[in-house]
């Protein structure tokens, strides 16, 4: 069965050092999100790609995250530098089209910033 | 006030009993409505999908909308330990997906 693969599963990092996560969505997904979820609360949308375009990245704190898809299949996001507040479940997720319809999620990346 | 409100629980049932889970939302203009679940330490699945208001029946579960009321509910029967997780609901509308923040379910056997 098709998955989207995440790594790395779990990341213990200090603040002020980066953060990298990468993710390859199931073939043939056009439409990749990176989500962030905080215990106990649901996923909040970071970025949202359309093949290699960035189509909403407004809630992304573009002065120390950066997401990228460059050929339009798997993608990178970066932490520089990493804060205490970064602490979180980061999600990958794929859909066919952008359109509504399922999402399908990796198993996330646990983030611990100390 | 938030767009999307859902009870974070815990809900705690014991194993056989039928548990309904819930939503409320605020923006009339939502009309596909999902509920996805989440095991601990996993993301989430879809496990039903609605358009506009009615029943959805899959199994064991079904989901139901009330856009009148903008109301939202997923009922489980017969629930088992298995079904212990985390519901989230999600609702979109002009291709942004908003979700509520999930209410904790507990199966006791």
């Known amino acids: 069965e098709a998955e989207v693969a995440q790594s790395p599963r779990y990341k213990i990092t200090e603040k002020s050092q980066a953060v990298a996560f990468w993710c390859d969505p199931i073939s043939g997904h056009a439409t990749l999100y990176w989500y962030r979820q905080i215990l106990g609360q649901g996923p909040e949308l970071l970025v949202q790609?359309?093949?290699?375009?960035?189509?909403?990245d407004s809630q992304l704190p573009k002065d120390r995250f950066s997401a990228e898809r460059l050929k339009g299949v798997d993608s990178t996001l970066k932490i520089q530098p990493a804060e205490l507040g970064d602490s979180a479940m980061y999600l990958c997720?794929?859909?066919?089209?952008?359109?509504?319809?399922?999402?399908?999620f990796g198993e996330g990346s646990r983030l611990t910033v100390l | 006030q938030k767009e999307v409100e859902q009870d974070p629980g815990p809900l705690s049932v014991p194993e056989g009993a039928i548990v309904s889970l819930n939503c409320t939302y605020s923006n009339s203009a939502f009309q596909y409505f999902m509920w996805y679940r989440q095991y601990s330490r996993k993301g989430p699945e879809l496990l039903m999908y609605?358009?506009s208001s009615g029943n959805k029946e899959d199994g064991r579960f079904t989901a139901q909308v009330d856009k009148s009321s903008k109301y939202i509910s997923l009922f489980i029967r017969d629930s088992q330990p298995s079904d212990s997780a985390t519901y989230l609901c999600?609702?979109?509308?002009?291709?942004?997906?908003?979700w509520g923040a999930g209410t904790k379910l507990i199966i006791k056997p």
């Open positions: 997720a794929s859909s066919l089209g952008a359109g509504p319809g399922e999402l399908f």
């Open positions: 999600a609702m979109n509308s002009n291709y942004q997906l908003i």
């Open positions: 790609f359309q093949d290699e375009s960035v189509v909403d």
């Open positions: 609605t358009y």
